[in-house]
């Protein structure tokens, strides 16, 4: 193995680093927010508000360093993460009350969003022939780190450690992570090939436009349904967490042995069938009860698997002109979208469970029946992106076919002996 390979090989653990810790805060604020309310006198609203700090302050990083991506380099983005990731998470340690958790968990979106835009293209220049694949396994760490996270919160509040222990945890492998980028040697590039201004033109091909917009069913459908996983079925006979481990332990292997299918199927032939499932998934969960949830679970874990890093990879692949910032801005929409929709997710279950008290549902059945009415509303995103992904998979196709008729010809003519005049 040459140095060339070693330093590629370091660089790509590195990400994988970060992008874990990036998880572990996800998961590990979701299990402390209680403690905070109880700690501080929070109410839920104060708490909501420090909550969406973290998902406003993920596109705010996408977007500034999708832009900046090709006057910075990756390195020094993924430097700014882990600054932002070290204050915010120390300031969260000590946090004295709201305001200071407000800033704090802003800081730690920031630098989880400054990882997105950072290593995503830095993966895709990596790795020129093998760019869907290696996203996706780059991505086993987000469902990966929400499984550690998850775990090691549960197991630290059994024993009885404080929210502030939990938090410092996160601390070791941004650590971690923060000496790996003192050590490794990232590749340049050309800078004349590789323009902030050249990117910004192709953001209005009408291809680009369309993948944005299924980036955005596709983030709501996965990360929306999960967010609000506890509160849809936690009246529907089965542990909403044990469907939650489940999901993410389905999305880390899936996209680790990503590269088979990857090569079998073209990227929107997989999100073609993601939608199904997922669709299926969904549609399942809203008419199961008891084991039966699993089962739908299962489905709706095989399906949104691969949406986030082959949406990415499709953005590299066919809309490859939109460079850095195509790819930063197609994450910052995903995540976006979920704060946008996670409210109206919210008002669906306030409003669904009205509809049950007022139709007389029993008690013991109000969230239950509310639980299910919300998903078939969700269930409208995957069933849309049907019908996207199948028009786009047909419309790559032709595109590909054409392309290649084009080049045989070109070919054939080139062959032709040349004649006397």
């Known amino acids: 193995m040459n140095t060339t390979t070693l330093s590629k090989d370091r660089i790509f653990t590195l990400c994988c680093l970060a992008l874990t810790v990036t998880a572990m805060t996800f998961a590990i604020r979701a299990g402390i927010l209680g403690q905070l309310g109880t700690e501080f006198g929070l109410t839920n ?3 909501g508000w420090v ?6 302050g993920f596109p705010i990083a996408t977007i500034f360093g999708g832009v900046l991506y090709n006057a910075l380099g990756a390195k020094k983005l993924i430097i700014l993460a ?16 709201f305001w200071t958790l407000l800033v704090s968990t802003f800081l730690i979106g920031f630098a989880n969003g400054a990882v997105e835009a950072g290593c995503n293209p830095l993966i895709a220049d990596l790795n020129p022939k093998n760019k869907t694949t290696m996203l996706n396994k780059f991505h086993v760490w987000f469902p990966g780190g929400i499984v550690i996270g998850a775990l090691a919160s549960q197991a630290m509040t059994s024993v009885g450690f404080s929210w502030q222990w939990q938090v410092s945890l996160i601390l070791i492998p941004t ?13 340049t590039f050309d800078f ?10 192709n953001l209005v091909s009408p291809l680009y436009i369309v993948l944005i917009f299924c980036m955005g069913l596709t983030a709501t459908t996965e990360l929306g349904t999960q967010q609000w996983i506890e509160r849809i079925l936690g009246a529907s006979g089965a542990s909403p967490m044990i469907i939650l481990a489940m999901i993410t332990g389905v999305m880390a292997i899936g996209r680790f042995y990503a590269g088979p299918l990857v090569h079998r199927l073209n990227p929107t032939g997989i999100l073609l069938g993601s939608a199904v499932l997922a669709a299926a998934g969904i549609f399942l969960m809203s008419q199961a009860s008891g084991g039966m ?9 095989l399906g949104v698997t691969y949406f986030w890093p082959t949406m ?3 953005v590299v692949e066919y809309t490859p002109k939109t460079g850095a910032l195509g790819l930063s801005l197609a994450g910052g929409v995903g995540m976006f979208s979920v704060s946008m929709f996670s409210p109206v997710i919210g008002h669906w279950i306030d409003s669904a469970q009205k509809a049950a008290e007022q139709a007389n549902v029993p008690a013991e059945q109000v969230e239950f029946v509310a639980g299910q009415a919300v998903l078939q509303n969700l269930f409208l995103f995957p069933f849309a992106l049907i019908f996207l992904f199948a028009g786009l998979f047909f419309y790559i196709r032709k ?6 008729s084009a080049a045989a010809a070109a070919e054939d003519v080139a062959a032709e002996p040349a004649t006397a005049k």
Not at 51 to 56: E, K, L, Q
Not at 175 to 187: A, E, N, R, V
Not at 293 to 301: I, K
Not at 399 to 404: D, F, L, Q, V
């Open 399 to 404: 595109t590909k076919n054409a392309g290649s």
């Open 192 to 201: 004349q090939q590789n323009s902030t201004l050249g990117n910004l033109k």
């Open 312 to 314: 990415l990879g499709c």
């Open 45 to 47: 609203l104060e708490l």
């Open 82 to 97: 882990f600054a932002c990731h070290f204050i915010g998470l120390i300031m969260t340690v000590f946090a004295g009350g």
């Open 293 to 301: 949830v699993y089962v739908a679970a299962l489905l709706f874990a």
């Open 51 to 56: 909550n969406s700090m973290a998902f406003f």
């Open 175 to 187: 650590i971690i992570y923060g000496f790996m980028l003192l050590k490794c040697t990232f590749p």
